[in-house]
């Protein structure tokens, strides 16, 4: 973040979290008066109070390219030897936190990285769990089981949705357990623009017909119609996957 905005946002970081945090320490006696703040790290978990990391306390990796050869694995890289950074992540201490971090380079000037998505290991393990009821519905498919497909194909989509909504800082989310409590939520995000209208109409659609599928409340039979909303969830996943990849998707294929 660079300019005015990434100005306004740096100072809202030492206003509202640093500085109180050094004064914090310093009346506690913590810090000497001499301390020289080089790096700080804001992080932020669901029903947890934030923590405030400074200096030596910041923990994160990141993925840059080098301006030339790096040298030995494991030596030192300095901020004068680094082309760009790619990528900037929290460490496995911090698996579900979001966080704001600002690093002071050699130049003087500092880089800020910030991610305010939460709970990365929630919403990988979500999503995995999504994976495998899709599997399970296109094999019902394939065994011309229209029933199987339709409650399998539900839970994956019910879970995705709510490993879209996991990422917002709400502890209501995480405790659901209820259908149209995901459901609401997941429509309001839709029409905000924030997930594919589509995939939130399968889902609508799902969770209105199930109960004629897993309470055998009438017929059913495999449709036309019932391909389209598999290939719908399929493709939503795909895109999930591929917009959570990284911290939160290390290993999912």
Not at 33 to 51: C, K
Not at 71 to 88: H, K, L, N, S
Not at 137 to 162: D, V
Not at 220 to 248: N, Y
Request: charged letters at 30%; proline letters at 4%.
């Amino acid at each position: 973040m660079e300019g005015e905005e990434g100005s306004k946002f740096f100072q809202q970081l030492l206003d509202i979290w640093v500085k109180p945090e050094i004064e914090r320490r310093r009346q506690g006696g913590k810090l000497p008066d001499t301390f020289v703040l080089e790096s700080a790290q804001v992080i932020m978990n669901v029903g947890s109070p934030t923590v405030v990391r400074l200096n030596g306390e910041v923990k994160a990796f990141m993925k840059v390219v080098p301006k030339g050869f790096p040298g030995q694995p494991g030596a030192t890289v300095y901020w004068d030897e680094i082309e760009r950074v790619e990528d900037f992540q929290l460490t496995e201490d911090d698996p579900n936190a979001g966080h704001a971090t600002m690093l002071r380079a050699g130049d003087g000037r500092w880089r800020l990285f910030f991610d305010f998505r939460y709970n990365a290991q929630r919403v990988g393990e979500l999503l995995r769990a999504a994976e495998e009821f899709l599997a399970a519905s296109e094999y019902a498919r394939s065994c011309g089981h229209p029933r199987a497909l339709m409650e399998n194909l539900f839970a994956a989509a019910e879970l995705m949705a709510k490993a879209e909504l996991a990422m917002q800082p709400d502890e209501r989310i995480l405790e659901a357990r209820k259908h149209k409590f995901i459901g609401s939520r997941i429509n309001m995000w839709a029409r905000l623009g924030n997930i594919n209208q589509e995939f939130v109409d399968v889902l609508n659609q799902l969770l209105q017909e199930r109960g004629t599928a897993r309470y055998v409340e009438g017929e059913i039979e495999i449709s036309d119609e019932m391909d389209k909303m598999v290939l719908v969830v399929k493709r939503q996943l795909a895109v999930m996957k591929r917009d959570t990849q990284g911290r939160f998707q290390p290993d999912l294929k």
